[in-house]
T-cell receptor, first 112, second 113 residues
Framework: RKEVEQDPGPFNVPEGATVAFNCTYSNSASQSFFWYRQDCRKEPKLLMSVYSSGNEDGRFTAQLNRASQYISLLIRDSKLSDSATYLCVVPRPDFGNEKLTFGTGTRLTIIP | DGGITQSPKYLFRKEGQNVTLSCEQNLNHDAMYWYRQDPGQGLRLIYYSQIVNDFQKGDIAEGYSVSREKKESFPLTVTSAQKNPTAFYLC????????????FGPGTRLLVL
């Protein structure tokens, strides 16, 4: 099983819809999880962190399921500006969280 | 404005040539990182440094070298030993206590001629 696995998509979603995608991780000792957003040909930027069961920030909700070892990102009332690749990032507990494992990303396109 | 800068934005390398990618930050961050990103793959860690004059190999350090003589600067040299250097190179930094939260520079695209 890969350390971090994401559905690459693409997800093509109409504007205003709700979309969700998952990320699975293999190390059950992982304690914190992150979603980064990366626009085309740009650098990744931190979107949300998840330390316990979940986190909500406006239209974005990140949830953690420790039993099944996955985190999800839910985007409500999607905007055209939400089009991007969403990277799931999990620190490696074996390295004191100094090193991060990045998923390959899920590509989201919001259609007008 | 505080941030991370990388230069150049695009870089072309000839066969057998060493090239150096610049990364500078004025965020007063202790830790700095270099990643490469290839299509269809997640970011992979090349080297990282948690303090001046110290650095560690990441997952794919072969063919690369770094230095950390100043807190603000963490240049990456892509040597001729790196046989497949074409990639998008990203530099990042973080505070020591929150290394999971990294701030990235705009990246350098390296192409081999």
């Amino acid at each position: 099983r890969k350390e971090v696995e994401q559905d690459p998509g693409p997800f093509n979603v109409p504007e205003g819809a709700t979309v969700a995608f998952n990320c699975t991780y293999s190390n059950s000792a992982s304690q914190s999880f992150f979603w980064y957003r990366q626009d085309c040909r740009k650098e990744p930027k931190l979107l949300m962190s998840v330390y316990s069961s979940g986190n909500e920030d406006g239209r974005f909700t990140a949830q953690l399921n420790r039993a099944s070892q996955y985190i999800s990102l839910l985007i409500r009332d999607s905007k055209l500006s939400d089009s991007a690749t969403y990277l799931c990032v999990v620190p490696r507990p074996d390295f004191g969280n100094e090193k991060l494992t990045f998923g390959t990303g899920t590509r989201l396109t919001i259609i007008p | 404005d505080g941030g991370i800068t990388q230069s150049p934005k695009y870089l072309f390398r000839k066969e057998g040539q060493n090239v150096t990618l610049s990364c500078e930050q004025n965020l007063n961050h202790d830790a700095m990182y270099w990643y490469r990103q290839d299509p269809g793959q997640g970011l992979r860690l090349i080297y990282y440094s948690q303090i001046v004059n110290d650095f560690q190999k990441g997952d794919i350090a072969e063919g690369y070298s770094v230095s950390r003589e100043k807190k603000e600067s963490f240049p990456l040299t892509v040597t001729s030993a790196q046989k497949n250097p074409t990639a998008f190179y990203l530099c990042a930094s973080s505070i020591q206590e929150m290394q999971e939260t990294q701030y990235f520079g705009p990246g350098t695209r390296l192409l081999v001629l």
